[in-house]
C-alpha cells in the first residue's frame, strides 16, 4: 500500500528536462557531463572569497573589469602534495606569472589556512600571487568546477585548474581530466 501510494504522489511530480532555455540556478539530471565554464564567460558575481581572513572579501568579477588579465589557479586543498610541490610553485617560478594584474590561487578551504599556506610557499610576498579562500565553495561551484572528494578531503573540493581571463572574460582555461592531476594545468603548459 506505501509503496503504491508513493508511486502515485510522485507520478503527479513534474520531471524537469536540462535544455538550453532551463534556468541557470538548479542543476537538473543529466547523463551528459557537466558544464564546466567555456571561454567568454563572466567570473562569478559577488564576495565570495577570502584573503587572509574572514572579513577580508574578494569579488574577483569586480576587480576584472578594472584589471587588464588575470590569472586563476584552481587547487583541490592547500598543503596538499601536488599542490605544494608542483603546482603552485610552477607559477610562483613561472617569469611570464609576472605579466598578470592579477593572479591568485583559489581552493575550497578556510581563510587563514590559505594565509598560512602562502607563508610556506612564498613568505615574502614576491610572486604576487594572491592566496584566496573559497569556504563555503561557492565561487567553485559556481564555476562548475567541483568535484565530490569527500573520501579524501571531506567535503566537495575544486578540481584543479588554471585559467586566464582577458577583459572581464574567461579566455583559456586548462582542467585537470581526473580532477585532481598535474598534466595539463602546470604553469609551462598554460603560461609556454
Not at 610576498?125 to 573520501?151: C, H, N, Q, V, Y
Request: a neutral charge; one cysteine or more.
Amino acid at each position: 500500500m506505501f509503496a503504491r501510494t508513493a508511486l502515485r504522489a510522485t507520478a503527479s511530480l513534474p520531471i524537469a528536462r536540462a535544455s538550453a532555455s532551463a534556468p541557470a540556478a538548479g542543476r537538473f539530471f543529466s547523463s551528459s557531463p557537466a558544464r564546466l565554464v567555456k571561454i567568454g564567460e563572466l567570473l562569478p558575481e559577488g564576495e565570495l572569497l577570502q584573503e587572509g581572513s574572514p572579513g577580508n572579501k574578494v569579488d574577483l568579477r569586480k576587480e576584472a573589469e578594472s584589471a587588464r588579465n588575470m590569472l586563476i589557479i584552481g587547487v583541490p586543498a592547500a598543503f596538499s602534495p601536488a599542490c605544494s610541490a608542483s603546482h603552485i610553485p610552477s607559477y610562483i617560478q613561472h617569469p611570464k606569472t609576472q605579466e598578470f594584474d592579477v593572479k591568485a590561487v583559489v581552493s575550497v578551504n578556510d581563510a587563514f589556512v590559505m594565509k598560512a599556506w602562502k607563508e610556506n610557499l612564498d613568505p615574502a610576498g614576491e610572486s604576487g600571487i594572491r592566496f584566496l579562500a573559497d569556504p563555503s565553495g561557492s565561487f567553485t561551484k559556481a564555476l562548475d568546477l567541483t568535484f565530490d572528494s569527500k573520501a579524501i578531503f571531506g567535503n566537495d573540493r575544486s578540481k584543479r585548474y588554471a585559467m586566464i581571463i582577458e577583459d572581464g572574460k574567461v579566455t583559456k582555461i586548462a582542467v585537470e581530466p581526473d580532477n585532481t592531476g598535474t598534466a595539463v594545468s602546470l604553469a609551462d603548459k598554460v603560461l609556454g
